[in-house]
């Protein structure tokens, strides 16, 4: 299961800004999967319904294209210049799993720890999170558990409207190809808990590990390999984003699966 590409759905989809203006938040992730560490930097710009995530995976550059009006995700190869363009449905549609979110349980709980990222105070919440699914023959239960810091009643938050609207639709789905072929279950029951957490607050970090509980294999192997992710954002900026931010760069050639 490849929980690396996890970092990609704690974006700060809980956020937008008033009319449409823009949105850019500058942090840091760190992932652990099959007893293997990745770091890396992140930037995230978010105007309208439209998110552009930016990573550095392994020495290689890549860019995450979310457009949640047309559900569609483009993900962007810089190294091959090359921009694959999927659509968000056929992307739930990959899990060779059986799924329900609606039966997933989410609880948080205020700690009362604080901290402030410029003008937001981010307060700290436990985060515990269970679903049922089945791979293949075997039944198990998706759990993650840790930490997320959110930051309530912020002038952005209040003035959000264009993502959270898209946010509830029925068929929300905010996952990448990678970990929708690879770990279905995680995927969609990620892109859950960010729905759910969206009308809380401005996300500003979160730290929590990942595992199955059940008598499979699937199962087994989880609790043999510790999985973890950790992503905290460091600033925010409500400059507008540059030209071409939510474009395909010119020259790059367009893939459609």
């Known amino acids: 299961m490849t929980l690396s590409r996890l970092a990609t759905f ?20 760190t992932v652990v999967a099959m007893n293997m560490q990745g770091a890396g930097q992140e930037k995230v710009w978010l105007s309208g319904t439209q998110i552009r995530r930016d990573l550095i995976d392994r020495g290689k550059a890549y860019s995450n294209l979310f457009d949640l009006k047309s559900k569609q995700v483009t993900v962007i190869d810089h190294s091959m210049r090359t921009a694959t363009v999927y659509a968000s449905s056929a992307l739930k549609g990959e899990a060779n799993a059986a799924v329900d979110e609606k039966k997933l349980k989410l609880q948080t709980k205020p ?12 307060a ?32 952005e938050q209040k003035e959000v409207n264009a993502v959270l ?20 279950v995680q995927a969609r029951a990620v892109s859950e808990v960010i729905r759910r957490l969206a009308p809380l607050g401005m996300l500003c970090s979160v730290d929590a590990k990942l595992r199955y509980e059940g008598d499979g294999r699937v199962a087994t192997l989880s ?14 900026s409500t400059a507008p984003a540059p030209a071409g931010t939510f474009e395909i760069p010119e020259g790059y050639r367009v893939i459609k699966p």
Not at 111 to 122: D, L, N, P, S, Y
Not at 165 to 184: R, T, V
Not at 223 to 236: G, M, P, V
């Open 165 to 184: 609207k898209q946010m509830q639709d029925p068929e929300f789905f905010m996952g990448i190809p990678a970990l929708s072929k690879s770990a279905p």
């Open 223 to 236: 609790k043999k390999l510790a999985s973890r992710l950790s992503l905290t954002y460091d600033e925010y």
């Open 10 to 29: 704690c974006l700060a989809t809980c956020v937008a800004l008033p009319a449409y203006a823009d949105l850019s938040l500058t942090g840091r992730s």
């Open 124 to 155: 700290e919440h436990s985060l515990e999170v269970s679903m049922p699914a089945e791979v293949g023959a075997e039944k198990l239960t998706f759990q993650m558990e840790g930490t997320v810091w959110l930051a309530r009643n912020t002038a």
């Open 111 to 122: 700690t009362g720890r604080t901290h402030t990222i410029q003008k937001w105070e981010c």
